[in-house]
């Protein structure tokens, strides 16, 4: 099955942790997004990439870190830098300019 | 500042008329815009889209128009049915180098039976 593989689906960190969210994608496409979502606050980026080794902040990247060493892979590192951590963040994966991005399942991550 | 904004947090329609929802955007250089639908606790999936050298769009119960001059989108969803009720994020993207998707804050759309 071609998609985006979020894992896992529920995650608890205990303050002061490190804890990295995996996003696997087979859909061959070049550009990889982070995105967090708050109760009434939408989706926000955090970081995303365009090609393998490559990646930008998106607005709200603080306390948090990427990586993209293969196409199909953009793991997510939530440091014990973010003060507010407890979220749903999605990873999405799109093949570029006028198309569409498709997302994952999505994380509920929670700080306990 | 919000570039993208979906005024109305939630709409109710009944079963088998409108739905209508808007989303505003404030930066000229979007060049596409899209509209995905939200189960709690799931990834978005996605609706339709539209470029900006187009004013509509259609696919099947879903029309996306654009109005530009007045940076201005809206879905309609005729008929609506039970099954649409969701949160609808619009979203608009640019190319310039770097191409990202920014979301606006979703409306609630409750179809009534």
């Known amino acids: 099955d071609g998609g985006i593989t979020q894992s896992p689906k529920y995650l608890f960190r205990k303050e002061g942790q490190n804890v990295t969210l995996s996003c696997e994608q087979n859909?061959?496409?070049?550009?990889m997004y982070w995105y967090r979502q708050d109760p009434g606050q939408g989706l926000r980026l955090i970081y995303y990439s365009q090609i393998v080794n490559d990646f930008q902040k998106g607005d709200i990247a603080e306390g948090y870190s990427v990586s993209r060493e293969k196409k199909e892979s953009f793991p997510l590192t939530v440091t014990s830098a973010q003060k507010n951590p407890t979220a749903f963040y999605l990873c999405?994966?799109?093949?570029?300019?006028?198309?569409?991005?498709?997302f994952g399942q999505g994380t509920r991550l929670t700080v306990v | 500042d919000q570039q993208v904004k979906q005024n109305s947090p939630s709409l109710s329609v009944q079963e088998g008329r409108i739905s209508i929802l808007n989303c505003d955007y404030t930066n000229s250089m979007f060049d596409y815009f899209l509209w995905y639908k939200k189960y709690p606790a799931e990834g978005p999936t996605f609706l339709i889209s539209i470029s900006s050298i187009k004013d509509k769009n259609e696919d099947g119960r879903f029309t996306v128009f654009l109005n530009k001059s007045a940076k201005h989108l809206s879905l309609h969803i005729v008929p609506s049915q039970p099954g649409d009720s969701a949160v609808y994020f619009c979203?608009?993207?640019?190319?310039?180098?770097?191409?990202?998707?920014?979301f606006g804050t979703g409306t609630r759309l409750k179809v009534l039976a």
């Open positions: 859909l061959n496409h070049d550009a």
């Open positions: 999405a994966s799109g093949p570029g300019q006028g198309a569409e991005a498709f």
């Open positions: 979203a608009a993207s640019s190319y310039g180098g770097t191409y990202k998707y920014i």
